[in-house]
């Protein structure tokens, strides 16, 4: 049963950079498009952006767009998302997601998130 687990949340300075890792197990991450989400205490998740099964085609929301990137290295079953240029507001919970055949795809699993914190 696949598993997801995220890491590399942490504090940093505004302005500074963070890669967070998502990483399965119990499945091959390539079967799936993965999708990142921001969540602050009382607020609904919120998608931040996503990366199709082919590794190619990606979207982002547009308070991220031009600062985070996603990829994905099947080989080592994990997907990345790096974090520049970092601002307060991105201080959230972050959360990976499988979803089924592509990014608009059901929802197949969640990992249980990493916290970021962006210090002004």
């Known amino acids: 049963q696949l598993q997801l687990a995220e890491s590399g949340g942490g504090l940093v300075q505004s302005g500074g950079s963070l890669r967070l890792s998502c990483v399965a197990s119990g499945d091959t991450l390539a079967r799936y498009a993965i999708g990142w989400w921001s969540q602050t205490p009382g607020a609904e998740r919120e998608v931040v952006g996503c990366i199709e099964i082919n590794g190619d085609d990606t979207n982002y929301a547009e308070s991220v767009k031009g600062r985070f990137t996603i990829s994905r290295d099947n080989a080592k079953n994990t997907v990345y998302l790096q974090m520049d240029s970092l601002k307060s507001e991105d201080t959230a919970m972050y959360y990976c997601?499988?979803?089924?055949?592509?990014?608009?795809?059901?929802?197949?699993?969640w990992g249980k998130g990493t916290q970021v914190t962006v210090s002004s």
């Open positions: 997601a499988a979803r089924q055949n592509w990014c608009r795809g059901d929802v197949r699993k």
